[in-house]
């Protein structure tokens, strides 16, 4: 029988109310019963592609870590397999073939974050000093390892990934379900604004916007469209003063996220909250919003998706709800996995 990895848990979170072992969070909550739901929101059959190209933005401005995929061709010995005759190998053969690979930043375009993307210092088991941890108090080093940290703790490189936590388990679990669309660049335009809890509840009145458990919540501000129209050549200027993000700093828009049992936050933005975070002394996260949902909800997020051409349908035709199928790679150990979800309407 499982046994807690945690004396304590974070204030407001729900570590175990899934089970002691449970690597899913909120993903437990599109159940069969939301998966019927998104299908019933099929009435015409349209489909869209809600993923930018992998390519974009572009550079690393928008995150210096994070660089464009770099594709190339597989290769027998030295000799490359793009438009490759197989008579190279036996004469009577007539075919040709291309075949190529890529390294590719998991989170550089339209992504998933894994619950093993943002952990906190935090004492979960109670003897006085915080230790890194993540959701459901899987430990850093133990469950979550890789090179030499930088505090100095040593961990086997071979071994780098998420033992657990892993954007895996929701590629096996499978996200696909009933999604509900806030169309804050209707509202605010492309101004870059922080959406607070009172903002994003007028807006969704406004809208007849509403929530249920287990419904995935999609925001879309316009940001992927800047993105598209900068050409993979973007500006810091102009990524940092284009359109809305969450004000994670805002407690009663986090108390609401959990409150609404929402199973995803899905946005064309970066990072869906704020990057600055409104200023606030003392320690606390920089990343409020990953915070209270990755680290304290076990709530996944997703940012830079493609958002335009749903909305404007959705729009133009009364609805804000539809099913959505938007499975990650099922890439053993990764933090993170690029997406090419599909709206289906």
């Given at each position: 029988?499982?046994?807690?990895?945690?004396?304590?848990?974070?204030?407001?979170?729900?570590?175990?109310?899934?089970?002691?072992?449970?690597?899913?969070?909120?993903?437990?909550?599109?159940?069969?019963?939301?998966?019927?739901?998104?299908?019933?929101?099929?009435?015409?059959?349209?489909?869209?592609?809600?993923?930018?190209?992998?390519?974009?933005?572009?550079?690393?401005?928008?995150?210096?870590?994070?660089?464009?995929?770099?594709?190339?061709?597989?290769f027998l010995g030295d000799k490359p397999y793009i438009n490759f005759p197989l008579r190279n190998i036996d004469g009577q053969n007539t075919d040709v073939v291309s075949d190529d690979q890529v390294t590719i930043c998991l989170q550089y375009s339209t992504q998933w974050d894994a619950l093993s993307h943002v952990g906190s210092f935090f004492d979960a088991d109670g003897d006085g000093e915080a230790e890194k941890v993540y959701y459901n108090g899987f430990r850093a080093g133990e469950h979550v390892v890789g090179p030499k940290s930088w505090d100095g703790e040593d961990s086997d490189a071979q071994l780098f990934g998420a033992k657990s936590l892993g954007i895996e388990n929701f590629?096996?679990?499978?996200?696909?379900?009933?999604?509900?669309?806030?169309?804050?660049?209707?509202?605010?335009?492309?101004?870059?604004?922080?959406?607070?809890?009172?903002?994003?509840?007028?807006?969704?009145?406004?809208?007849?916007?509403?929530?249920?458990?287990?419904?995935?919540?999609?925001?879309?501000?316009?940001?992927a469209d800047e993105i598209l129209s900068m050409n993979r050549q973007p500006t810091k200027e102009r990524l940092e003063n284009s359109c809305a993000v969450l004000d994670g700093r805002d407690q009663k828009l986090l108390d609401w996220i959990t409150d609404s049992g929402v199973a995803a936050l899905i946005a064309d933005n970066y990072a869906v909250e704020g990057i600055p975070a409104q200023p606030k002394e003392g320690p606390r996260p920089a990343l409020p919003l990953h915070h209270h949902c990755l680290f304290k909800l076990g709530l996944p997020l997703a940012e830079l998706w493609f958002l335009s051409e749903l909305a404007d349908w959705l729009r133009a035709n009364g609805r804000n709800r539809f099913l959505l199928t938007a499975p990650p790679l099922r890439l053993p150990g990764a933090v993170g996995s690029p997406a090419t979800p599909i709206a289906t309407v």
């Open positions: 029988m499982s046994t807690k990895r945690w004396k304590n848990r974070p204030e407001g979170s729900n570590w175990g109310d899934f089970g002691n072992d449970d690597q899913l969070g909120r993903i437990n909550l599109i159940t069969p019963e939301k998966v019927r739901q998104g299908v019933a929101e099929v009435k015409e059959g349209q489909t869209f592609c809600l993923s930018l190209p992998l390519d974009y933005p572009g550079g690393n401005i928008l995150n210096e870590r994070r660089h464009p995929p770099h594709r190339q061709p597989t590629a096996r679990h499978g996200i696909q379900g009933r999604a509900v669309l806030v169309d804050l660049e209707a509202h605010v335009g492309r101004e870059r604004v922080y959406v607070g809890h009172d903002r994003l509840m007028q807006i969704m009145k406004d809208d007849g916007v509403f929530v249920e458990p287990g419904d995935m919540l999609v925001f879309r501000t316009g940001f």
